[in-house]
């Protein structure tokens, strides 16, 4: 038996996966987990052998999971399915350790033999969005400015976001300029848009 948990914040779906899981006759979920915290505690409790997580969840998201997870029960092979099949996202997932990369919107057949490939030692890609990754290219943000850029997201002021941040309004405008610079942005409206979209952010 291939023994996989499952990691999605909301109830309904992660129910829906595990019954469709269930009915495999080779694999067996063995935890659930409704944010990326609880995924560490069910992964290093029950040691399965292929992880199944979201990336958008309340807390620690997936990404940072994965790393955890990764680092934590080595053996256990992470896959990331996600509803935002966004370039920026795979990359930072597959240097978080992740071996799978699969939207939603997937047929449900596929998440199965999927689980089955990492199980044996693939990896698996969308391939729409392995060819969306390498023509965006890597990530062109600084940490400092990937936190600028988050902090403005909900339209906080410079003040604000410095606060937040502990650094000064000048420092705030200073990495908030570049990364309007980097994204080819015309305002910071924009720049958080454009991060986002390409999951910069």
């Not at 988050?150 to 339209?155: L, M, V």
């Not at 002021?157 to 000048?170: K, N, P």
């Amino acid at each position: 038996m291939i023994r996989v948990i499952l990691a999605e914040d909301q109830g309904m779906v992660r129910g829906a996966l595990a019954s469709l899981l269930g009915l495999e006759p080779d694999i067996e979920v063995v935890g659930e987990a409704a944010n990326g915290d609880e995924a560490l505690t069910v992964a290093t409790a029950t040691r399965p052998d292929v992880a199944l997580l979201d990336i958008e969840m309340p807390g620690t998201d997936g990404l940072a999971a994965c790393a955890s997870i990764t680092a934590r029960v080595p053996r256990c092979r992470v896959m990331i399915l996600t509803t935002f099949g966004r370039p920026g996202y795979l990359r930072t997932a597959m240097e978080a350790g992740a071996v799978a990369f699969l939207v939603k919107d997937s047929p449900a057949r596929e998440l199965a033999a999927a689980i089955r490939r990492v199980h044996a030692g693939e990896r698996v890609i969308d391939p729409t969005l392995a060819a969306a990754a390498l023509s965006a290219g890597p990530n062109p943000l600084s940490g400092r400015e990937r936190d600028v850029l988050a902090a403005a997201a909900d339209g906080a002021t410079i003040g604000d976001i410095a606060a937040a941040l502990h650094l000064s309004e000048g420092t705030v405008r200073n990495y908030l300029s570049s990364a309007i610079q980097k994204t080819h942005a015309r305002n910071r409206i924009e720049a958080v848009r454009r991060a986002k979209a390409q999951g910069w952010v």
